[in-house]
């Protein structure tokens, strides 16, 4: 199968064997919801960003922050967190906010 290579992200993912680029979509623009971090609640555990379908969420040496230009808030980061840190939120919430996709 032949794929535009705008939409080929060049990296390894953890699914990867590496020898291929993998398909990549822009899928942050699919999201309704938003996660939402506690930091006070996170134990940087690692288990959102492990679970994370598009492996979006960031590591920032402290907590894991999403990259909104591939979160899809599927909200399974939120699901899966054993300290109940994450929260979905309406992207309406962050109307205002710039980094809004
Ligand atoms: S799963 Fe929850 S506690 Fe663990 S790093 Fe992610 S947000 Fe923090
Ligand atoms: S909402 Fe889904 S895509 Fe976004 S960071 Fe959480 S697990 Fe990843």
Same mark, same amino acid.
């Given at each position: 199968?032949?794929h535009n290579d705008k939409f080929m992200f060049p990296y390894e993912g953890a699914w990867s064997d590496g020898r291929e680029k993998l398909l990549c979509l822009?899928?942050?623009?699919?999201?309704?919801?938003?996660?939402?971090? !506690?930091?006070?609640? &996170?134990?940087? +555990?690692?288990? =959102? /960003?492990?679970? #994370? %379908?598009p492996q979006?969420?960031?590591? *920032?040496?402290?907590?894991?922050?999403? !990259?909104?230009d591939y &979160?899809?808030? +599927?909200?399974? =980061? /939120?699901?899966? #967190? %054993?300290?109940?840190?994450?929260?979905? *939120?309406?992207?309406?919430?962050?109307? !205002?906010?710039?980094?809004?996709?």
């Amino acid at each position: 199968m032949v794929h535009n290579d705008k939409f080929m992200f060049p990296y390894e993912g953890a699914w990867s064997d590496g020898r291929e680029k993998l398909l990549c979509l822009d899928t942050g623009s699919w999201r309704v919801n938003r996660p939402v971090l !506690d930091k006070e609640k &996170c134990n940087y +555990c690692s288990l =959102c /960003a492990l679970y #994370c %379908p598009p492996q979006c969420l960031k590591d *920032m040496g402290d907590h894991y922050a999403p !990259d909104l230009d591939y &979160c899809k808030g +599927c909200g399974i =980061c /939120a699901r899966e #967190c %054993p300290r109940g840190a994450i929260s979905m *939120m309406p992207e309406g919430e962050f109307a !205002d906010d710039s980094a809004k996709r």
